[in-house]
C-alpha cells in the first residue's frame, strides 16, 4: 500500500534485527502496534488490508515481522524470542509515535505472544490490546489454557473473532473472557480464522475489513 515507511526494529534481547512498515495518516489518533500470525507475515494480504482500512479510520499502525519470518523459516521461533521481539517492536513504536497512543496486538500467534508479553511484564506505553482472531486452541483440540495469562493483563482487551474460527470454539472463549472484566468480545459473523466468509453469507472480504476496522477505532477511541 502507499504511504508506508520502512523501519528496522532492533531485538536486542535475540541479537537481530528485523524489519517494520509503519503507516501513519496525518490526522492519526492513536496507533497500533500490529504483529503477525504464524504462517504469513507482516506483507501478508490480510494485514495490508487491515492498516489500509485502519488508516483510513485514523489509526495509525506498526506491522513487523518475527525474526523466523524475516529469515524465511517456515516454523515459529520460541517464546522467548517471539516475546522479545513484541517488546522491541512497541519500543520502535513509542519513538515513531511522538504523543499518540499506543494500543498493540495482532493477527493470531502475534496477538498472543503480544499478550504473553504485557502479562509477564507491562508493555511501556500500551494502553490496551486488540487481538484479531485470538488461538485460544489447536483446530479440533478445544482448550481453554492458551488464555490462563489473561488473567494477569491489566489493561483493556478487545477480542475480535469470527464465528468459524476453528481456533476458538465461540462458547470456550466466550466463557474465558467473561471472567475477565477488561475483556470485550466481537464476534464477526460467519469469519473463519483469517476473516474470510462463505459466498452464500452474502457478505464480502471488504464488509468485513470494513466491520474489522470500523470495531477496532471504535474502541480505541473509547480506551484512549
Known amino acids: 500500500m502507499s504511504g508506508e515507511t520502512v523501519l528496522t526494529v532492533a531485538v536486542e534481547a535475540a541479537d537481530c534485527e528485523v524489519g517494520g512498515l509503519l503507516v501513519r495518516p496525518p490526522d492519526a489518533r492513536a496507533l497500533y502496534v500490529l504483529a503477525h500470525g ?15 482500512h485502519l488508516a483510513g479510520r485514523r489509526i495509525a499502525t506498526l506491522r513487523y515481522e518475527f525474526p523466523y519470518m ?23 513504536a ?17 496477538g498472543r505472544m503480544t499478550s504473553t508479553a504485557q502479562a509477564e511484564e507491562p508493555l511501556p506505553g500500551v494502553r490496551a490490546l486488540a ?17 490462563a495469562h489473561l488473567a494477569h493483563v491489566r489493561v483493556p482487551m ?8 476453528t ?5 470456550l472463549l466466550a466463557a474465558t473472557l467473561a471472567g475477565l472484566p477488561l475483556a470485550r468480545l466481537h464476534e464477526v459473523a460467519h469469519a473463519d480464522h483469517g476473516f474470510g466468509v462463505l459466498k452464500r453469507s452474502g457478505r464480502t472480504p471488504d464488509d468485513v475489513l470494513d466491520e474489522i476496522a ?11
Not at 504464524?38 to 489500509?52: S, W
Not at 483446530?139 to 488464555?147: M, Q, T
Open 94 to 110: 513509542r519513538e515513531a509515535a511522538g504523543d499518540l497512543p499506543l494500543i498493540a496486538g495482532g493477527k493470531s500467534m502475534g
Open 214 to 224: 470500523n470495531v477496532v477505532a471504535g474502541w480505541v477511541g473509547e480506551v484512549t
Open 70 to 92: 524475516a529469515a524465511g523459516r517456515r516454523y515459529p521461533d520460541r517464546a522467548p524470542r517471539l516475546v522479545a521481539t513484541v517488546r522491541a517492536a512497541v519500543e520502535a
Open 38 to 52: 504464524a504462517g504469513a507475515g507482516m506483507r501478508h494480504a490480510f494485514m495490508t488490508a487491515v492498516a489500509e
Open 131 to 147: 487481538f484479531l482472531g485470538f488461538p485460544l486452541h489447536p483446530p479440533a483440540r478445544p482448550g481453554v489454557e492458551r488464555a
Open 167 to 171: 481456533f476458538a470454539r465461540p462458547d
Open 158 to 165: 478487545l477480542f475480535v473473532q469470527g464465528t468459524r474460527d
